[in-house]
């Protein structure tokens, strides 16, 4: 198969965030009535990896796949396009597309037109880029995070010319908005508002994977929300890498605060936002989340790190001091307020105070929620670029015993829910028992109890009899 680059990716361009003004654009496919007519009753296969960034990422995949035709199949083993959305966040994440992509590389002896391709944020790494070509020659398609509204030229031209391809390019990135919708869900829904990252956390491969930071048009959000509540829609989760800085970049004298107020105002039972950095958390921002009943009272507040030292070489922006005082701020202003985070253990050379520090500022907050990572090392980033004198053991201990701490206060939290009745949104049949739906509280609990089918998508108050500290069993409740 003959090669054909349009574009590989290059770290130190992805990381230059030159003064130029976003590019706003809607998709628009050269070849789409040729593809059309070359694809009908095709089917195509999706697999996502990764933050909802990519999740958001696939259903726009999928809209503009099946407005060209396609339709979507479970069956693998016989579909036409199989696309692999990868995450390059930490190495276990990248691991399994390795051990994906060698499962699939056998298709293509049955099927010499199959288009398989990758895309999504390893691909916007050289090294990586250059390790999936030389170990998957099956893989025909390689396209990066600002190629996705290219999907349909790009597959057309892999169809028509048998050639592989390779368009990643490594730039700033645009605003792209899309005509069709297609939506994974038909309840709960994903809002971009800004695409991208300008923090360069130094341990962090994001803002290299995906551009700088970028807004979009205040009314293009606020339309897409409208559109959403229109359709029965109960939640909306608005996104972004940071989504608190939302509108920095624009001249249209918006933040994130006055959008997240906008949307609040259209009559959303339920308004979410992800992810939040604590630099950007503006006390205005608070008015508006404890003014707004359907804006929930769940915070997803990374603190990575308890210790100042580590804080500043991870290059956070904030220090211990500061972080607290943020959340003391949000606890007084909004009662009920519950917070999740993340929090990485093992960065280079953290010393046992260290990692200690991070525990009590655990204690202290009492999360709701969090996600702990062990660190890995990101190729390009500054972080690996430092000896790190922790062993592998010593990381795995210190993780074990932070999720200890962080468990004290889910179950703490949980505990105190039992009696109690809540609003849940719900989700379907429980994964591990098909007589029992499951649903989230607004503080974002998982809570499993019986229920009709036909309840899903819907909100019921649900009473908390048991804790199982990560979920709750309830029952419905009337009224
Ligand atoms: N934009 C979001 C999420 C970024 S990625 C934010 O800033 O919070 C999600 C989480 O992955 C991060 O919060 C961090 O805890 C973790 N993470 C990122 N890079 C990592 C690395 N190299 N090793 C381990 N965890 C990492
Ligand atoms: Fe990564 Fe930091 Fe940006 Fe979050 S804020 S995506 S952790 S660089
Ligand atoms: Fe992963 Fe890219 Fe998201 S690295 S976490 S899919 S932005």
Redesign the pocket.
């Known amino acids: 198969m003959k090669t054909k680059i349009v574009n590989t990716p290059d770290l130190l361009k992805a990381a230059s965030r030159k003064k130029e003004t976003t590019r706003f654009c809607t998709a628009n496919p050269t070849h789409f009535e040729d593809l059309k007519s070359l694809v009908k009753g095709q089917k195509y296969y999706i697999r996502t990896y990764g ?1 909802q960034a990519n999740v958001r990422d696939e259903e726009t995949m999928r809209a503009m796949l099946e407005d060209v035709g396609y339709s979507f199949s479970e069956d693998i083993e016989n579909v036409d396009v199989i696309i692999i959305n990868t995450c390059a ?2 190495e276990n994440a990248e691991d399994k597309v390795y051990g994906e992509i060698g499962n699939l590389k056998r298709l293509r002896k049955r099927n010499k037109k199959l288009v398989l391709a990758i895309c999504g944020c390893m691909v916007e790494q050289p090294e990586i880029l250059k390790r999936l070509m030389d170990t998957f020659p099956e893989v025909n398609l390689f396209f990066g995070t600002h190629e996705i509204a290219q999907l349909l030229d790009l597959i057309y031209e892999s169809l028509t010319t048998g050639e592989r391809i390779v368009s990643i390019e490594s730039k700033q990135g645009e605003v792209v908005e899309f005509v069709n919708d297609c939506r994974n869900n038909h309840y709960k829904a994903f809002v971009n508002i800004i695409y991208g ?1 300008n ?1 360069f ?1 130094s ?4 803002p290299y994977t995906r551009g700088k930071e970028r807004s979009r048009h205040f009314e293009d959000v606020i339309n897409e929300c409208q559109k959403l509540i229109d359709a029965g829609y109960q939640e909306i989760t608005l996104l ?3 989504v608190n800085a939302y509108g920095k970049d624009l001249d249209e004298g918006y933040d994130f605060a006055d959008l997240l107020e906008a949307v609040a105002k259209l009559g959303i039972p339920r308004l979410r936002f ?2 939040s ?1 604590p630099w950007d958390f503006s006390s205005k921002m608070i008015d508006v989340i404890a003014k707004y009943p359907n804006i929930m009272k769940f915070i ?1 507040l ?1 603190v ?1 790190s308890g210790n100042d030292e580590i804080l500043r070489k991870m290059g956070r922006r904030y220090t211990r001091e500061q972080y607290l005082n943020l959340v003391k701020e949000m606890r007084e202003k909004i009662p009920g307020l519950s917070l999740s985070t ?3 253990v093992g960065f280079p050379n953290e010393t046992e105070e260290q990692f200690q520090d991070t525990c009590s500022l655990v204690d202290i907050v009492k999360y709701e929620a969090a ?1 702990t ?6 190729r390009g ?1 500054p ?1 690996a670029k430092m000896k790190d004198n922790v062993s592998k053991e010593t990381k795995v201990r210190r993780f074990q015993e932070l999720v200890k701490h962080l468990e004290k206060g889910i179950e703490e939290h949980s505990n105190s829910m039992i009696g109690k009745t809540y609003d849940v949104l719900v989700d379907g049949v429980s994964k591990t028992d098909d007589n029992m739906l499951s649903g989230y509280t607004e503080e974002n609990k998982l809570v499993h109890f019986k229920g009709d089918v036909s309840l899903v998508g819907t909100i019921v108050k649900v009473k908390i009899n048991e804790s199982h500290t990560y979920s709750m069993i309830g029952e419905i409740v009337n009224g």
């Open positions: 933050c966040v930490r990252c923090k956390c341990y962090c491969i994001v972004g890498q940071n992800t992810t950095h997803h990374p990575q993340d929090i990485i996600f990572f062990i660190y890995s090392p990101r980033t972080a």
